[in-house]
């Protein structure tokens, strides 16, 4: 069996950047996984990325990119094409630091083999609580690619006739 985390990186208090976390805490209330799953909201771990990383054959990630395209398209990026792409500016401790934290996992001899960002370009980005109608669309599109990722994975997601609460307090 390999070890798989579906992870949403994000922000709750930057508008759109808070895509990751809502989407993951969606996926969660609405699929099962298998144990060999962990659905996690890790909002802005920066450099802290590392544990929750380390031991993990895949690796699913939701969060907002950068684009020049419309808010709410979506962007799919496989390990590869991550780790080929130059590291952005780190304006400050909280980025996630996906690359960087892939590329020492990497050094140490571990990390996972197998990535996916699924990413979605934001429409604002700027302080204040709530997703843009955009991004909400968004939503569904999203949860479709990370449960067929995992089905491709050999993890594949039941979709739950009754939803949990997907416990967003903000």
């Given at each position: ?25 969606q996926f ?21 990325l590392a ?41 400050n401790p ?77």
């Open positions: 069996m390999t070890k798989v985390a579906v992870v949403g990186l994000g922000n709750i208090l930057v508008g759109d950047d808070a895509f990751g976390p809502y989407a993951v805490r969660d209330a609405h699929y099962d996984v298998d144990g060999d799953v962990d659905v996690l909201d890790l909002g802005t771990p920066g450099l802290d544990p929750h990383l380390d031991g993990l054959d895949a690796l699913i990630v939701v969060d907002t990119v950068s684009g020049d395209a419309a808010p709410g398209t979506l962007r799919l990026y496989r390990k590869e094409e991550l780790l080929a792409r130059p590291a952005p500016s780190r304006t909280h980025q996630p630091g996906v690359k960087e934290t892939l590329l020492v996992l990497e050094l140490e001899g571990g990390g996972p083999a197998e990535v996916l960002l699924v990413g979605v370009v934001p429409e604002r980005v700027e302080t204040g609580v709530g997703l843009s109608d955009a991004l909400r669309d968004a939503v569904p599109g999203v949860l479709d690619q990370v449960a067929a990722e995992l089905a491709r994975l050999g993890h594949p997601a039941t979709r739950r006739e009754v939803a949990r609460d997907p416990a967003i307090w903000w």
